[in-house]
């Protein structure tokens, strides 16, 4: 049966499905005594600053220059695919192969799309190709993602976007440029972009969930689009706010339709999951949570709600360790690693840490069930909103799921970390190359990264712009970028 965009939706939970990869990865990080953070003083001692020109006028362009070409790269390889593929278009002879046929097979790219299982149908997709190049109307794309930089201490050192957000732009114009080459081959007459992806940041649906101030939400929207402008992607690539696409663009009953499936979820958790919570006892409460979980997810034992739990537990800014980030963050980072790791088992020997653990412990279950509530508030309308807000673009991502199309990242250390829950890092691959990923600063700093500071940045102990790989050896900074067009590796998949 082929699975189109709009029919039957039901796609899996964006966030839960992450946070089975996140909890996991960030409660070893965690627990491991081999890894840590820098102090500040170290910190400044390992930290190289890159100056405006270099980074500006050569490592920025390097990193356009490579996306380009691999994008070219892509295009050819989508018309060798399709000559392989033809049967699967309904069609007996490649010559009868379109520009349509071509760009679908762009979309289909394992460097591109996530998982080997094809949750689109072709011919939707086709279909919708089609009917843009006969408008001879650019392919539009959306993808929900870049929401804010998490808070965590253990995954970022600050709070706006570096190059993680950076590499994440480059990969949606890879997409956007391989499309738009085909295109233009076939209609040389048209002028202007003939792709482009809009971002939806959906930073402002749950930032009060987890205790973020809208002028985080903001300075990072405004700061990623100043990231779209330095690396020449206007016109290719905008951004949207979530909640303003939702007011907007999605009509009133589905608004009414939606915040009635959201409040019926917070008053079915709210009642199945209180009922269960106790801090003293916290193995029990997961395996109760798992056992009544009102949504249970077939292959996951421990059900939707745990994950997301435990994956919210390195998510939300806690409102009882306030006054300790206050009072000194580098003392905030060694008491939140510390109770973050420990969370689900009592401090026997310290009252104060005990009565944090325990505070924490409320806020992150509370947000849990007011964040399924909101989550299930969108997966439970019949149609997709996202798609009746923008019904001609392409639904993009950022997991595989029916009737979308998942976006592959580059995987570090084995782990998919988000833009937004790490920070940069040009790694070796073990053959003398280069690749740009996210990685969590508890994993770079605790085995040696060397974090770059723009010199405009004042605090000494600041957020770094990226880190390097200690595999990664060269003289100056200059010598390493200068290195970079050679070594950068843009593929995703092997």
Known sequence: MKIEQDRAYRPGLDRIEEAVISSHFMQELCRNPRLGLYDDELFSAKALTISAHILNDKLLPSLVRASEAFARDRANAAKRRALEHCVRFGLDDPGKLGPAELITEVMFDRQFRRGPRETCSRDVIRNKVTQRIA????????????????????????????????????????????????????????????????????????????????????????????????????????????????????????????????????????????????????????????????????????????????????????????????????????????LTSHLFEPFVESLEKEQLRLAMLREVWSTAIAYIAEIKSDRELTHEPICVCLPDHLRWTIHAKPGQLGLLTPLALGKLVQAWAGAAVFKSTGTNRIRLCTVPVLALEGTGAIPVQTRDTNDAAGQPLFYIDPDITFASIEEFVADLPVRLVRRRAS
């Open 135 to 338: 408008m001879g109307a650019p392919i539009d794309m959306v993808i929900p993602a870049l929401p804010y930089k998490f808070s965590c201490p253990l995954k970022t050192r600050g709070q706006l976007p570096d190059l993680a957000e950076a590499n994440f732009l480059l990969g949606l114009y890879e997409i956007v440029v391989s499309i738009e080459v085909l295109y233009r081959e076939a209609r040389p007459d048209l002028e202007g972009p003939l792709a482009r992806f809009t971002v939806i940041c959906d930073g402002s649906r749950f930032n009060a969930l987890v205790n973020e101030p809208e002028t985080v939400v903001e300075l990072y929207r405004r700061a990623l689009a100043g990231w779209i402008r330095r690396l020449g992607l206007d016109g290719h690539i905008e951004l949207l706010d979530y909640r303003a696409v939702i007011q907007e663009r999605l009509p009133q009953t589905a608004r009414a339709a939606k915040e009635a499936l959201r409040q019926r979820a917070l008053h079915q958790y709210s009642e199945a999951m209180w009922a269960v919570f106790d801090p003293y006892d916290m193995a029990t409460t997961l395996k109760a949570a798992a056992r009544i979980d009102p949504d249970p997810e077939q292959g996951n034992h421990v059900g939707r709600f745990v994950s997301l739990l435990k994956s919210l537990v390195f998510i939300v800014n806690y409102r009882s360790l306030e006054h300790y980030r206050a009072a000194s963050i580098e003392r905030f980072r060694v008491l939140y690693r510390e």
